[in-house]
């Protein structure tokens, strides 16, 4: 598995067994860090995540929700989200991910 950096082209092809794994897809990473803040995506807009006990980044969120889908209480249906997610990920086991991060920077994709 290696991860592709998807391009921003129309018509943009991605190689041989390679899945996208950004926003819109059902691997999307519902966590975005804006400044030194992690928000999550609710219904079209982001929305401030707190949690005394977390204090890292989105990308470690990601993979604190990914292996304990009920660590938080998130709003909306991502419990619901992460437990699914959890349960499929076998579906990306040797394949390429594709994401809008350059490959030179982390991303959930890494995960």
Do not use: C
């Amino acid at each position: 598995m290696k991860r592709i950096y998807r391009n921003k082209v129309k018509n943009w092809n991605p190689p041989e067994n390679t899945v996208y794994v950004g926003d819109p897809s059902p691997w999307m990473n519902p966590f975005m860090d804006i400044g030194s803040l992690v928000y999550i995506h609710v219904g079209g807009r982001h929305q401030f995540f707190s949690h005394q006990e977390h204090t890292g980044n989105a990308i470690e969120l990601f993979r604190i929700m990914l292996n304990y889908p009920n660590k938080y209480d998130l709003p909306g249906y991502y419990n619901f989200y992460f437990k699914n997610m959890k349960n499929d990920i076998h579906q990306l086991l040797g394949k390429n991910l594709a994401t809008f991060e350059p490959t030179s920077q982390p991303s959930h994709a890494d995960v």
